[in-house]
C-alpha cells in the first residue's frame, strides 16, 4: 500500500521512509504543500502522513484542500500539541494525530489501524453518469459499447466531478487536482479542458446533459446518484 509522507524538513522524511518500507510499504514524498497536492492527485496514497509546518502553505491549508476531492486518511504529525488543534484538525478532516517527539511503534501502530480500516471499505470501480459508465478500474469511460477515448487530462476533470456524485466542484479544487496548487487561480486552463471533455461528449454548452458549469464558482455533473 502506498503512503505519502508530507514534511519539509529531510530528516524526518528519511526516518519514517526506513522505517515504513521495512514495514513493506511504498513510500512517496513531498517537501511542500503544492508537491504534496500534486502527488495525491498523480498516486492516491493509500494513507497521507502530514506535517502542519510546511514551508509554502500550513497544514490546515493541505488538508482542507485534500478533504474536497480525496478520502484518504490522513495521519496529522505535529509539534502542536493544544486540544483546539487536534479539535480544529478533526473538524477539518484528519483521521488520526500524532505529537512530535513520537516512537516508531505507536506510529506504525497508528498507520496499520487507518490502513486496516481502509481495506475495510468496499471499492467502487463504476460510477454511472446518465448513459456513461466511468470505469475506474480499466480507466476508461463508455457509453453503452461504444468507449469514448479522453486524454489523461480529460479523464482526471471527468472522474473528480464523478466522485462528487452530482455536487458542485469549485474552479480551485479542479484546478489544483488537474495541474497543481501553482496554477488554482488559471480559469482559462478549466475552460479550454472542458470545452474539449465536453466536444467528446457531444454535450452542449447552453443546454448541458452532462456538465453543468456555474460562471465563476466551478462545474458540477448532471448524473444519476448511484454507485455500481
Known amino acids: 500500500m502506498k503512503i505519502l509522507v508530507i514534511d519539509d524538513e529531510q530528516a524526518i522524511r528519511t526516518f519514517l521512509r526506513i522505517s515504513l518500507k521495512a514495514e513493506g510499504y511504498e513510500v512517496l514524498e513531498a517537501e511542500s504543500g503544492e508537491q504534496a497536492l500534486i502527488a495525491c492527485t498523480q498516486h492516491s496514497p493509500d494513507l497521507v502522513l502530514l506535517d502542519l509546518g510546511l514551508s509554502d502553505m500550513d ?6 484542500t485534500l478533504r474536497q476531492w480525496s478520502q484518504s486518511p490522513v495521519l496529522v504529525i505535529s509539534a502542536r500539541s493544544q ?18 517527539p513520537f516512537g516508531v511503534r505507536e506510529l506504525l ?4 489501524v487507518l490502513l486496516r480500516d481502509v481495506q475495510k471499505v468496499p471499492t467502487t470501480h463504476r460510477i454511472m453518469v446518465r448513459d456513461l459508465c466511468l470505469d475506474l478500474y480499466n480507466h476508461k469511460l463508455e457509453r453503452g459499447q461504444e468507449q469514448i477515448h479522453l486524454s489523461k487530462k480529460e479523464f ?11 455536487k458542485l466542484v469549485t474552479q480551485q479544487t479542479l484546478l ?22 465536453r466536444k467528446k461528449l457531444s454535450d452542449d454548452a447552453q ?14 455533473l448532471r448524473m444519476d446518484e448511484h454507485l455500481v
Open 109 to 112: 501502530a497508528r498507520v496499520k
Open 176 to 197: 489544483t487536482a488537474i495541474w497543481g496548487a501553482s496554477h488554482k487561480e488559471d480559469s482559462h486552463y478549466l475552460r479550454i479542458l472542458v470545452g474539449q471533455l
Open 156 to 166: 482526471t476533470l471527468f472522474e473528480h466531478l464523478a466522485r462528487h456524485g452530482g
Open 59 to 64: 497544514g490546515f491549508e493541505v488538508l482542507k
Open 83 to 100: 486540544e483546539s488543534e487536534v479539535v480544529r484538525l478533526l473538524e477539518f478532516g484528519a483521521n488520526d494525530y500524532v505529537i512530535k
Open 207 to 220: 443546454h448541458p446533459y452532462y456538465i453543468e458549469t456555474k460562471a465563476g464558482i466551478g462545474l458540477r
